[in-house]
């Protein structure tokens, strides 16, 4: 077994992904895409919210996205649509957004530096 550092396997998610920075994101939101926060709810708590963002925490995200399986969000409903993962910093994210290319969707991508550099961009947030 070949054995390699996150930071490889990071580089690698990254080179099959789109990165977006935040304003972008918030620009192809309002022509469509998927916004998909995949940050645990302690995060979410802690920190705030994107309004309207599709909340799918990172150990279901798969399930949800696959068209084929039973438990696909109803949002779901082909390969075609545009999506983009959030998480706390934009590392898990691309993970996340490279797992969801795997599944078939071709137009995935991730927000750099993640829900830190949305809210650093002044863009909307909610905050429990």
Not at 30 to 59: C, F, K, M, W, Y
Not at 70 to 87: F, K, Q, S, T
Request: glycine fraction near 6%; hydrophobic fraction near 45%; charged fraction near 25%.
């Amino acid at each position: 077994m070949v054995k390699r550092s996150v930071d490889v396997l990071l580089d690698q998610a990254r080179a099959q992904i789109e990165r977006v920075s935040p304003v972008a994101a918030q620009q192809r939101r309002s022509q469509g895409a998927l916004l998909i926060d995949i940050r645990p709810t302690a995060q979410r708590v802690e920190h705030g919210e994107v309004p309207d963002a599709l909340i799918v925490e990172r150990n279901v995200l798969e399930w949800r996205f696959d068209p084929q399986s039973a438990w696909h969000l109803p949002e779901v409903d082909g390969y075609e649509r545009d999506l983009i993962v959030l998480c706390q910093e934009g590392y898990a994210s691309s993970f996340a957004a490279e797992s969801l290319r795997q599944l078939g969707h071709p137009r995935v991508a991730d927000v750099i530096g993640g829900f830190v550099a949305w809210r650093r961009a002044g863009l909307p947030i909610r905050v429990s």
